[in-house]
């Protein structure tokens, strides 16, 4: 059975309708028009065990909202979703025991405690036995580093440190679902090689099912073996990161360097750009190896370097999405 289950999923919210002037704005507190907005359109997906599954998508897409509803924060218009067989809006407190959540830009911690006020309250709530939140804490302080700033009122701890303490904080109680929701937003270098090292070493350790809604390409590159991305409320793609890129963006780009400024074309490649004495070529991996490319330019004129890069990741989100609003449109 799969960890998180979603079927046909749809949550709408009832906005109000402003309209502009003196006119308008009496005429909103006595007869206020108002409008369905829909977030999440009919979306299914399931999730299997151990995964690290990124949940993708442009500001308003739906990812948080979707997250929110797995979490039991929100309940869905329709559809169910389930997690472990339970239902979030049927039995909030059996999935929470369940969860981890961490939202980047908000924080579970008690911003006038020590962090490790917080770790003991949060323990509390959750009734964890003492082996297993000292196994806990010990595996927080490996990963992490936690003991070096348990002492640290939570008001004083730096960005990168208070995420750290709210990962810790997360895991405290063993979830086997962990939610994060832009774990690495402003954080340096250094602390976002942190926190995906914890993401990879509690998903390893303890199969630990992560689903990461994230902007940052460097997550989804280093994380993340499956992507769901959702746009407009609605899933346009979901498959494994090297089949999207196979799919959507089956192209590489063949960097040449001459000795000298060259126009050498061939039939199954494109120029996309000369500058001096270097050229960009375009192809398809499906109609020629990079191997055979090299020969084949090679044969023609001295080349001084190559280089070949393949489709990032911003590459691959951005054709899926203008993909989807050409069909739309």
Request: charged share 30%; proline share 3%; net charge neutral.
């Amino acid at each position: 059975m799969p960890v998180i289950e979603v079927k046909h999923l749809v949550k709408q919210f009832k906005t109000v309708k402003k309209e502009k002037g003196l006119k308008g704005s009496i005429k909103g507190l006595f007869k206020p028009e108002k409008k369905i907005v829909t977030a999440v359109n009919d979306i299914s997906f399931s999730i299997e065990k151990g995964e690290i599954v990124g949940y993708i998508g442009p500001n308003g897409a739906g990812k948080s909202t979707t997250v929110k509803m797995m979490s039991g924060i929100l309940a869905p218009t329709s559809g169910e979703i389930l997690i472990n067989g339970v239902s979030p809006a049927k039995d909030r407190k059996s999935v929470v025991r369940q969860l981890g959540v961490v939202f980047g830009q908000r924080t579970q911690l008690y911003w006038d405690l020590r962090l490790g006020e917080s770790f003991e309250l949060l323990r509390r709530i959750y009734a964890v036995d003492d082996a297993t939140f000292n196994s806990n804490m010990k595996m927080m302080d490996d990963i992490l580093g936690i003991n070096s700033i348990i002492d640290t009122p939570v008001r004083q701890l730096s960005l990168g440190q208070r995420m750290r303490g709210d990962l810790a904080a997360a895991m405290l109680h063993s979830p086997d679902v962990l939610f994060l929701d832009e774990p690495t937003i402003g954080l340096d270098v250094d602390a976002k090689h942190a926190i995906r090292h914890f993401i990879k070493e509690i998903n390893s350790t303890r199969k630990t099912t992560v689903i990461l809604t994230t902007h940052d390409l460097g997550d989804i590159q280093e994380l993340c073996k499956r992507l769901i991305i959702i746009n407009n409320g609605v899933i346009i793609e979901d498959g494994s990161l090297d089949e999207l890129v196979d799919r959507i963006a089956p192209f590489r780009q063949l960097i040449v360097d001459f000795y000298s400024p060259q126009h050498i074309e061939h039939p199954k490649a494109a120029i996309d750009k000369i500058e001096g004495a270097r050229t960009v070529y375009r192809f398809e991996k499906s109609q020629i190896t990079a191997a055979e490319l090299i020969d084949d330019i090679g044969k023609q004129a001295k080349i001084k370097d190559i280089r070949l890069e393949e489709a990032s990741i911003d590459d691959i989100i951005r054709i899926a999405y203008n993909e989807k609003s050409e069909h739309r449109a």
